[in-house]
């Protein structure tokens, strides 16, 4: 055996000790009160300056100590994550964005995936407030079932009118922008998907599409899923294409939706974007990689987490908080299931 390789008692020692916040300002260049602000997150801070102490902490593999203020706060450094559907790639983006700030600043995460199951959503609650946990970052607003629960939370995506705290995507233009890339490519039957009725966001944008399809004189069918299920979701599309078997455009209500119906619209025989032109909402990795490549309106799943996790940071820490409500731009993404 080689002992060259085998690291010293001294070694492990010192590669064991905490890196001070001392350490992390000699490394990027400033002051110790610099970084101390840039983890509080209280004061201002350049953005050189801030570019310089997250490259050093990520160097030195800084850990902040945030046992004083746990101890103030009695709240720990957790926050839980609870999602709907892992398996639908928006929530693992979410989740990232929210996990690399939160990392960032000493916390860490614990990922609950609750689909639609209330009771199990409970139970992660529960768990959450035995461990003093410092918020929740959900999708769905629990606060009308459980008024009374301390437990600071931040609503994602799924926002709606009785929520406090809360990080979307602006849907109604999301709406409107997906019917006027369809009636400007050239439609004259469309058939307009919503989501689950219970998801308020859904139901702002299937009522934006209608609306601007109404104005546009044009001629619409409404119908309605009720699952993000790929498999569900291509049974839906079988009854819709049935049902009205006129349509040239489908506008759906998520990618997993676009992908399930042009599945099923090639599984048929009929051309997209030629006979049938379809149009997604989310801009999945999935929909660069479908065939044809879904068009789709896109919304940043990334920074959906990511101002979610900013929120839970500052009520956490008792920085005043400007903005309650934070909605996020859409942009349409062009590809080729649209019509030129």
Do not use: W
Request: aromatic fraction near 8%; proline fraction near 4%; charge should be neutral.
């Amino acid at each position: 055996m080689n002992n060259e390789n085998v690291p010293t008692n001294k070694k492990c020692r010192e590669r064991s000790k905490m890196v001070t916040i001392k350490q992390v300002a000699l490394e990027a260049g400033v002051s110790k009160s610099t970084v101390s602000r840039y983890i509080a997150g209280n004061g201002y801070v350049g953005q050189d300056a801030q570019e310089k102490i997250k490259a050093a902490i990520k160097k030195l593999n800084f850990v902040p100590n945030l046992s004083a203020r746990s101890l103030k706060t009695k709240r720990s450094q957790l926050v839980g994550l609870l999602l709907p559907d892992i398996s639908n790639p928006f929530f693992p983006r979410l989740a990232k964005g929210a996990e690399v700030f939160l990392q960032e600043k000493g916390y860490r995460v614990m990922l609950g995936n609750v689909g639609e199951n209330a009771e199990l959503e409970e139970e992660y609650l529960k768990v959450l407030v035995q461990l003093n946990a410092a918020g929740v970052i959900s999708v769905h607003d629990f606060t009308e079932r459980f008024p009374e629960l301390d437990l600071p939370r931040v609503i994602v995506d799924r926002v709606g009118h009785h929520t406090d705290f809360g990080v979307f995507s602006d849907n109604e233009a999301g709406g409107r922008m997906a019917a006027e890339v369809v009636v400007k490519a050239g439609t004259q039957n469309v058939a307009v998907i919503s989501g689950p009725t219970t998801s308020e966001n859904i139901n702002s944008r299937f009522k934006a599409s209608c609306e601007s399809l109404s104005a546009h004189k044009v001629n619409f069918r409404k119908f309605y899923s009720q699952s993000y299920q790929f498999e569900t979701i291509q049974k839906e599309a079988q009854t819709v294409l049935d049902a009205f078997p006129d349509l040239d455009s489908i506008i759906t209500p998520s990618d997993i939706h676009g992908v399930a119906y042009l599945r099923e619209l090639l599984n048929r025989g009929i051309k997209v974007p030629e006979e049938v032109q379809v149009i997604g909402y989310d801009d999945i990795i999935l929909s660069q990689f479908a065939y044809p490549a879904l068009s789709t309106i896109h919304q940043s799943a990334y920074e959906m987490g990511a101002e979610a996790a900013k929120l839970i940071y500052k009520m956490d820490t008792g920085q005043t908080i400007s903005e309650k409500k934070i909605e996020l731009p859409v942009s349409y993404i062009e590809r080729e299931t649209i019509r030129k």
